[in-house]
């Protein structure tokens, strides 16, 4: 299977059940957060298990092999540094 | 034309009843087969249908008044009313020596010995599709020798397409009035 | 061009391999399965490049071609029955989601008591889902339908997966001929699979999300569009279907003999044929009927009804389903389409659960029906069993019922 994503809109009224992460009605849910990831690259191999895993789609690959994390969306789950093979991901309190 | 199959399970009435609608659309004719599926067992009394026309045949409820019935097992004759619906001047082609259905044109011929002497025996049962076709071409000539047999070296392969066509071969020739 | 013959099922796997599907799953079940083993078959000797997989039901089945479909690929799956029933959650989500596919559905009755004979119960049951729903009446037409269904499915105005009906054992299993395209004429008619969004891991989009009602709400509203505009779909369709490979169903509603018809017969399936045979026999002894057969039963073909249907002396509808505590489907459907016009309606159930109905039994109803009419000058019957043949009376029906206590 070749086909590259896109997103083709139909014609008309057309309404998908679909969403881009976006603000939403209760806006950043960063806010949420009581403890945060935190990416140590020296550790990090860029394996990916983290982005493939992250709940809400709040790793961010950087281009340079490493992940980054989108604060503004992160809930702070602790996914991310549960799964992660290199212990490259440590939780901290926030504030 | 409306075609009837009493059979027992396992002797391939549903296969006779598709082989001969096969070799009509082969001939370009219009065609249909279909069997009913009731609670069916091997050796339970089994009926499969064929129409054949030179016009699309829309109608698709079973068959009521056949013009032709063929018989794959002499005792199906003692289990169900095989001339059930008939009509008159209607042709009874049926695997037996003796048994007849009165006031019709009857057909018999040895259908079990000649698959029995050919080899055509799956766990133990004559299969006796083919041979009953043979017979059937004789009696009716609904569809040509040729047909028939093209139909079935098409669908079994090799060795087993010889012996079938061998087995229509012999039914044709050795069929009877009776 | 080749004319084989095929049975129903092996129809609908030759259109699946003339539509290059690239994904099929499915469970089965009778009176379905000989689709999904002609298909492997196909895969097995490398006829179809597509990828089979088995699962272990029909949910997972629906499940994994809508996950196929919703990553970009052309995907089918089959099923009938209770099978149907029970992927009936994913029936609603595929729709919903607006992810076109395809899926033939082999039309059986549902138990209890366990049945395995046609009737329209299962299609029926999936009226209201987003689904497109065609029904076919012949082997031919079962191939011509998937292979349109695909090309509906796919269009952007359209965006809805596509059910293909199909008769069990009247069609499924019965052989007649079929004349099978060519592969170069099909890809040349079929575009290549176009689709609302493409799910990838490299796309941020979220699935199955909450959304706030309002929105949910314009979600149906932007389905129930898609439907509207799916029947001027349905008939270019049929129109360029026909262009190039010469055959046509009437889109929406097939006519026969409708135009100069005093009584309209307005039923969908394979014994439609039997309709049309007995509406030529009546003809002969001068009863005017003809036959309006409803190809698509989702999007209901409202305007295309009251085009043929309004000024006739009376419209009898023949269901092979009951909505219990109802009645027929269909004829819910044709009467509450023509209440406006005041046409003189009946609805007649029958041969439920493979019930054989003869071009006889057709002929008895609509003579009964007829000479009712006439005595009363208009009549509304809404439901009017034709009981299986020996079951007529009560009495008859009493001894059954004694029996299988």
């Known amino acids: 299977m070749t086909v590259q994503p896109r997103i083709v809109r139909g014609e008309g009224f057309f309404l998908a059940p679909i969403s881009r992460p976006a603000e939403g009605s209760i806006g950043k849910t960063g806010t949420w957060r009581t403890m945060r990831p935190v990416v140590d690259l020296e550790k990090c191999t860029g394996c990916y298990v983290c982005w493939l895993y992250c709940p809400e789609n709040t790793i961010v690959k950087t281009g340079d092999g490493k992940v980054a994390i989108d604060y503004d969306y992160c809930k702070g789950c602790g996914v991310c540094a549960e799964v992660c093979p290199f212990k490259a991901i440590r939780m901290v309190e926030e504030g | 034309m409306e075609i009837r199959f009493h059979g027992r399970g396992g002797q391939g009435a549903v296969t006779a009843a598709n082989l001969l609608a096969d ?14 599926f009731g609670a069916e067992r091997r050796g339970a009394p089994v009926v499969a249908f064929a129409r054949i026309s030179d016009r699309p045949i829309e109608i698709h409820s079973r068959i009521k008044n056949p013009d032709i019935i063929v018989v794959l097992d002499p005792r199906i004759f003692d289990l169900v009313n095989v001339a059930d619906g008939l009509k008159p001047g209607g042709i009874v082609v049926a695997n037996s020596t003796v048994r007849r259905v009165e006031g019709y044109t009857n057909y018999c011929v040895d259908a079990t010995g ?18 009953m076709l043979g017979a059937l071409v004789r009696a009716t000539g609904i569809v040509s020798l040729d047909s028939i047999l093209g139909v079935v070296r098409e669908n079994f392969r090799g060795k087993l397409g010889e012996v079938n066509s061998r087995a229509v071969l012999e039914a044709y020739e050795s069929a009877r009035r009776c | 061009m080749v004319v084989r013959s095929l049975t129903g099922n092996y129809a609908v796997a ?104 046609v009737d329209h119960q299962d299609i029926f049951d999936q009226r209201d889902t987003g689904w497109i729903i065609g029904v076919a009446q012949e082997n031919q037409e079962v191939l011509d339908m998937t292979l349109q269904a695909f090309r509906i499915s796919e269009d952007p105005r359209v965006y809805l997966p596509v059910m293909v009906g199909l008769d069990g054992f009247i069609l499924s299993h019965t052989r007649a001929p079929v004349d099978v395209p060519d592969q170069d004429l099909v890809d040349e008619w079929l575009p290549p699979r176009r689709q609302p969004y493409v799910i990838s891991p490299e796309t941020n989009v979220v699935m199955g999300n909450i959304a706030p009602d309002e929105v949910h709400y314009l979600m149906r509203y932007s389905m129930h569009e898609a439907m509207e505009r799916a029947k001027r779909v349905i008939e270019e369709v049929d129109r360029s279907y026909a262009e190039v490979f010469g055959r046509s ?19 969908t399936g394979s014994w439609s044929g039997d309709a ?106 809404p439901q009017f069993w034709l009981f299986p043949e020996g079951f007529e009376s009560e009495e008859k029906r009493l001894e059954v019922a004694r029996k299988w206590l």
């Not at chain 3, 389409?337 to 609805?347: E, H, I, K, N, Q």
Request: charged share 20%; glycine share 8%; hydrophobic share 45%.
């Open chain 3, 14 to 117: 030759y259109a699946v391999k003339l539509a290059r599907v690239q994904v099929v799953s499915a469970y089965p079940i009778t009176p379905q399965t000989t689709i999904v083993e002609k298909l492997s078959e196909m895969i097995e000797k490398g006829e179809l490049k597509a990828k089979m997989v088995r699962v272990e039901s029909e949910h997972s089945a629906l499940a994994t071609v809508f996950g196929a479909a919703s990553g970009g690929a052309r995907a089918f799956t089959a099923t009938s029955s209770h099978g149907l029933l029970y992927m009936h959650e994913v029936v609603w989500w595929a729709a919903g989601s607006r992810i076109p596919l395809v899926m033939a559905v082999v039309a059986r009755s549902i138990g209890p008591p366990w049945n395995i004979h």
């Open chain 3, 276 to 381: 049309k045979h007995a509406a030529d026999r009546l003809r002969s002894i001068g009863i005017n009927v003809g036959v309006a057969r409803v190809r698509f039963i989702r999007p209901w073909p409202r305007e295309r009804l009251v085009e043929i249907a309004r000024d006739k002396k009376l419209v009898i509808v023949f269901d092979r389903a009951v909505s219990m505590g109802s009645l027929g489907p269909l004829f819910m459907e044709v009467s509450s389409t023509l209440y406006p016009y005041g046409t003189s309606l009946a609805g007649v159930i029958a041969g439920l659960a493979g019930v054989d109905v003869s071009y006889e039994d057709f002929e008895r109803a609509i003579k009964t029906l007829v000479s009712k009419l006439e005595e009363q000058g208009r009549l509304y019957i």
């Open chain 2, 23 to 36: 070799a009509a659309i082969r001939e370009g004719k219009y065609a249909q087969a279909f069997p009913h």
């Open chain 2, 114 to 131: 000649i698959a029995r002497r050919l080899g055509l025996v799956i766990s133990g049962w004559p299969v006796v599709n083919t041979t």
């Open chain 3, 249 to 267: 169903y009437g889109g929406l509603i097939e006519c026969y003999k409708c135009d100069d018809a005093d009584i309209l017969v307005v039923i």
